[in-house]
């Protein structure tokens, strides 16, 4: 139980680490350092805070991560999952308001991992995570274009089509330089990645960009030109005041932001999982995760996760385990320190290029497009998902995502679920169904045959065929042997048929019971209510004891009735 809660580092430490594991991470962890850099500045850029804000957040929120966390590789740090989400507190409630709603996400995240629902949370239905995914990285993509093309537009709508109608509109007014600058980052970026693996094609596509902007004296805005300095050290650690009606307000995008931050560190760490052979701990994750989402603002940072891309960097470089996420952290920590101030000098068309293959390598645009032959179901919550994260909110996206998908598969659910009589059929042919003592089955006995899970969804089917019971019967049998589920609402149900057939002097009769379905109707006391005698294995037993109850309808003593042989045969039943 306490293992649950054990981080990965100290499991590795007790398992013994070696100075061969140390050298592997040591260099991976430089790797992922230096492929993180510009990533982070361009990421918390995008987001609409300064550079320095995505350096804080890989430092602290990676470091917590890789240190607390469940997983054996995981690197964390600000992704482009949370670009959007970010902006839009930002613009209505202030960096003040996302550090509340960062703190309030990691206390959530905390409470998923303490009260295990870290396998609950990778349920989120596939059609869902396209569909938001795509619409943020088409929105990360559109946030772009404005330095891509060197437009000078001092507020950039938030709004989607104000935001496109805008850009439109400014489009005679492009920067050659600006676009000459971006597409060669983004040619460099794509070539360099195909010829070599260690070294990231976007470091090499700022340093290569830099250098021709600074000789040429190129008319191209930096880093420095949109936000002057930036700070080589930490700021003044940040402490929010909280307030009842902040916290309110600010209840569903800290919400968001924690099912984000869940959904996408667990699912870098099942990646992770498949590429080294390993298995993480899903609930240990999200406490790091929370812990992470925690102090990264209080550091001055923004909120932050497990990075897909990143991790798998890391796995590629030889990094085993948490240790080089941890080195990662101080390699960033290092160049912050001493050659922060040099991030000035990096062009905005640079990082817009960067950003626009982020966008297009988190889109899956392959998997949107393959949709097209998934149930219409899946398509339809997979485009009103994709069209409210780009033109409505990503909390409201998420939220109507999770329910459709919900309803559309208590339908299916519910569309397995048959009832029906089968007295006939078991009269038509008996062999299949009963044994051959038992083949003469009494006029006053029916026989009712569930199939599929008994829930709320499948209830109702259940009530309407059961309307037969104003019937002149004498025995009503209920065959279980194809439910395996039973929920509260099934429950109701069987114990209301029981009411009624006491009402009406019908006898009412179970057989089939699974494991599941006898637990549940033995806590809710139904199986003392129907009586011992009433729960039978299977249809044969049923039908014996619904011919005897039949019988005993008509004899007060079953001496009258029953030989000695007949006597034993029943024992055996019962």
């Known amino acids: ?25 040591f260099i991976s962890g430089i790797i992922v350092g230096i492929v993180a850099l510009p990533l982070s500045i361009a990421l918390a850029i995008a987001s609409g805070v300064g550079p320095e804000k995505g350096l804080y957040t890989a430092i602290i929120g990676g470091f917590i991560i890789s240190f607390f966390g469940g997983s054996r ?15 839009g507190i930002i613009q209505k409630y202030g960096y003040n308001g996302l550090v509340i709603a960062s703190i309030m996400a990691g206390v959530i995240l905390i409470f998923f991992g303490l ?4 396998t609950v949370i990778k349920y989120i239905p596939y059609p869902v995570t396209v569909g938001f995914t795509t619409g943020i990285a088409l929105l990360i993509f559109t946030s772009q274009i404005k330095d891509f093309f060197g437009l000078n537009i001092e507020n950039l709508p938030g709004e989607f089509i104000d935001k496109i109608k805008v850009l439109v509109e400014n489009l005679d007014k492009l920067n050659i330089y600006s676009l000459s600058i971006g597409f060669l980052t983004i040619i460099i970026s794509l070539v360099w990645n195909k010829k070599f693996k260690k070294i990231p094609g976007s470091l090499i596509s700022i340093i290569i960009t830099t ?35 902040i916290v309110k307000e600010l209840f569903y995008p800290s919400l968001t932001i924690a099912l984000l931050a869940g959904i996408e560190s667990l699912l870098s760490a099942v990646v992770a999982d498949g590429m080294i052979g390993t298995k993480h701990n899903s609930n240990m994750e999200l406490i790091a995760q929370g812990l992470a989402n925690i102090f990264s603002p209080i550091f001055g940072g923004i909120p932050a996760t497990g990075a897909i891309a990143r991790t798998a960097t890391n796995i590629k470089s030889g990094g085993r385990t948490p240790f080089a996420g941890m080195i990662h952290s101080i390699v960033l920590l290092l160049i912050m320190l001493f050659l922060g101030k040099l991030a000035v000098l990096i062009p905005m068309p640079t990082l817009a290029g960067i950003l626009i293959i982020v966008s297009y390598n988190m889109s899956e645009l392959g998997h949107f497009i393959h949709m097209k032959d998934a149930p219409k179901s899946d398509g339809f919550v997979l485009i009103i998902t994709f069209l409210l994260t780009v033109f409505s909110d990503l909390t409201v996206a998420i939220q109507f995502g999770v329910i459709a998908s919900s309803i559309l598969f208590m339908k299916r659910m519910s569309d397995l679920t048959e009832s029906s009589f089968i007295t006939d059929k078991v009269r ?17 006995i029916e026989i009712f045959e569930l199939n599929g899970p008994l829930f709320f969804g499948a209830a109702s089917y259940f009530q309407d065929n059961l309307k037969l019971l104003d019937k002149d019967l004498k025995v009503l049998i209920i065959s279980l042997k194809n439910v395996p589920f039973i929920d509260a609402t099934g429950l109701n149900i069987i114990e209301n048929v029981l009411k009624k057939c006491s009402q009406i002097n019908l006898h009412f009769i179970i057989c089939g019971l699974g494991n599941q379905p006898r637990k549940a109707m033995k806590k809710s006391k139904l199986i003392q209510e129907i009586g011992e005698d009433y729960i039978c294995k299977d249809i044969d037993m049923a039908i014996f004891r619904g011919k005897k109850a039949i019988l005993d309808d008509y004899y007060s003593n ?15 039943f019962k």
Do not use: C, W
Request: avoid cysteine.
């Open 1 to 25: 139980m306490l293992r649950q809660y054990i981080p990965k580092t100290f499991i590795i430490l007790k398992e013994g680490y070696t100075k061969e594991k140390f050298l592997n991470d």
């Open 73 to 87: 590789v995981q690197i964390g740090g600000p992704t482009g999952a949370f670009v959007i989400i970010i902006y």
């Open 115 to 118: 009260f295990r629902l870290g």
């Open 211 to 245: 250098i021709i902007v600074l000789l040429f004296k190129l008319p191209v805005e930096t880093i420095g030109s949109q936000f002057g300095t930036v700070p080589n050290t930490f700021e003044k650690l940040q402490f929010p005041s909280f307030t009842f009606k």
């Open 428 to 444: 038509e042919s008996e062999k299949e169904y009963i044994s051959d003592e038992f083949k003469e089955l009494p006029r006053g």
């Open 558 to 572: 079953d001496d009258v009735l029953l030989s000695d042989e007949e006597k034993e045969s029943l024992k055996v």
